[in-house]
């Protein structure tokens, strides 16, 4: 018989716009990956989800994403040394946003960062990112390079996954 | 962290028992050539779908391995895998049958910058049910030199239930601290 895991730590549901959300004080043990899910949308305009570990506002992210737009090839591009890791396209239509923080509780390795984004009026997206450090997560910020804030209603929801 | 505004619950209990369970983790302490999962009809017996989560690096004097699986020790070319994958500067995509195993992605390997990991989550779907052929998908990434990002799926044409899963690196070893964790999925 196995360990029942995939845990609800925290969900965030907005009552009022706002530029950014945090899971602070994320447990550092007793879980060896987060999982955070994203239903949201901004109140206008287009940009990109962007994640933030630890507060860490150094040029420490990297990313690759590959995306389809519904004619055409396939895309793909990367960035590296950055301040924040992208995590998928946001506009004022309903998005979902599912971002997988692998070995956040360990601190022997980089923190890779899986990530599936949908718009389904617009595109679909896969994404990869790495936080340059062996740091265990502590705390997890999401926002948007829109200039534009979610939108009241969009919920996040932070899961732990015991290893 | 309270949002003016915003309404924010905190659970902090495990969920009622098991829907999604572990059942098992290997953190290499050392290099190694593959890592098994055995004894599944045992390990996860009432699960109907398996899960790997795995960070993983390999020795390979090269920007990437292939990181590949193999279920019941099956050696032989009954396999198929698919692939749609970014590497940056395009998107592209591949298929192959009569193959020796299964793709989970680009493995980082030695010239990777150091304690970079490609991470995978694959999902091992109807793994006891004798009725059909074994399918398995793969979300796989690495954001470091040599980035990739890749939707990986496969075949395997024997409708035996698992009773083990090996992962491993076609081309070297896997590193110390590369980690697989397997998970159980019950039905309703």
């Given at each position: 018989?196995g360990?029942?895991?995939?845990?609800?730590?925290?969900?965030?549901?907005?009552?009022?716009?706002?530029s950014s959300?945090?899971?602070?004080?994320?447990?550092t043990?007793?879980?060896?990956?987060?999982?955070?899910v994203?239903?949201?949308?901004?109140?206008?305009?287009?940009?990109?989800?962007?994640?933030?570990?630890?507060?860490?506002?150094?040029?420490?992210?990297?990313d690759?994403?590959?995306?389809?737009?519904g004619?055409?090839?396939?895309?793909?591009?990367?960035?590296?040394?950055?301040?924040?890791?992208y995590?998928?396209a946001?506009?004022a239509?309903?998005?979902?946003?599912?971002?997988?923080?692998?070995?956040?509780?360990?601190?022997?390795?980089?923190?890779?960062?899986?990530?599936?984004?949908n718009?389904?009026?617009?595109?679909?997206?896969?994404?990869a990112?790495?936080?340059a450090?062996?740091?265990?997560v502590?705390?997890l910020?999401?926002?948007?390079?829109s200039?534009?804030?979610?939108?009241?209603?969009s919920?996040f929801?932070l899961?732990?996954?015991?290893? | 962290m309270l949002l003016l505004g915003?309404?924010q619950?905190?659970?902090?209990?495990?969920?009622?028992?098991?829907?999604?369970?572990?059942?098992a983790?290997?953190?290499?302490?050392?290099?190694?050539?593959?890592?098994?999962f055995s004894?599944?009809d045992t390990?996860?017996?009432?699960y109907?779908?398996?899960q790997?989560?795995?960070?993983?690096?390999?020795t390979?004097?090269?920007?990437?391995?292939?990181?590949?699986?193999r279920?019941n020790s099956?050696?032989?070319?009954?396999?198929?895998?698919?692939a749609?994958?970014?590497?940056?500067s395009?998107?592209?995509?591949?298929?192959?049958?009569s193959?020796?195993?299964m793709?989970?992605?680009?493995?980082a390997?030695?010239?990777?910058?150091?304690?970079?990991f490609?991470?995978?989550?694959t999902?091992i779907?109807?793994?006891?049910?004798?009725?059909?052929?074994?399918?398995?998908?793969?979300?796989?990434?690495?954001?470091a030199?040599?980035v990739?990002?890749?939707?990986?799926?496969?075949?395997?044409?024997n409708?035996?239930?698992?009773t083990s899963l090996?992962?491993?690196?076609?081309?070297?070893?896997?590193?110390?601290?590369?980690?697989?964790?397997l998970y159980g999925?019950?039905?309703?």
């Amino acid at each position: 018989m196995g360990t029942p895991t995939y845990t609800p730590i925290a969900t965030i549901t907005l009552g009022s716009t706002d530029s950014s959300i945090t899971f602070s004080s994320i447990p550092t043990s007793g879980y060896r990956d987060l999982i955070v899910v994203c239903n949201a949308k901004i109140t206008s305009g287009s940009g990109t989800y962007w994640i933030r570990l630890n507060g860490d506002t150094g040029t420490s992210y990297s990313d690759v994403v590959m995306y389809g737009i519904g004619s055409g090839s396939g895309t793909s591009n990367a960035r590296s040394s950055q301040t924040v890791a992208y995590a998928g396209a946001i506009d004022a239509s309903d998005s979902m946003m599912i971002a997988q923080v692998m070995d956040s509780g360990a601190s022997d390795k980089h923190k890779t960062i899986l990530i599936r984004e949908n718009q389904p009026d617009s595109w679909v997206e896969a994404r990869a990112a790495r936080w340059a450090s062996n740091t265990v997560v502590n705390s997890l910020t999401i926002s948007n390079d829109s200039g534009y804030s979610f939108a009241i209603g969009s919920t996040f929801s932070l899961f732990g996954i015991a290893a | 962290m309270l949002l003016l505004g915003a309404i924010q619950a905190q659970v902090s209990a495990p969920v009622a028992a098991g829907s999604f369970d572990l059942l098992a983790t290997e953190i290499l302490t050392s290099s190694q050539a593959s890592v098994t999962f055995s004894s599944l009809d045992t390990l996860a017996a009432g699960y109907q779908h398996l899960q790997l989560r795995m960070t993983a690096r390999g020795t390979r004097n090269a920007n990437g391995d292939n990181l590949g699986i193999r279920l019941n020790s099956d050696t032989g070319n009954n396999y198929s895998r698919h692939a749609l994958y970014g590497d940056g500067s395009s998107a592209a995509s591949y298929g192959v049958a009569s193959q020796a195993f299964m793709d989970l992605g680009t493995l980082a390997s030695s010239t990777t910058p150091a304690n970079a990991f490609t991470g995978a989550v694959t999902d091992i779907l109807d793994a006891f049910d004798s009725t059909k052929n074994t399918t398995i998908r793969s979300l796989n990434g690495l954001a470091a030199a040599g980035v990739f990002v890749g939707l990986a799926s496969g075949a395997w044409h024997n409708t035996n239930a698992l009773t083990s899963l090996t992962i491993y690196a076609l081309n070297g070893n896997l590193v110390q601290y590369s980690r697989f964790s397997l998970y159980g999925i019950k039905a309703a």
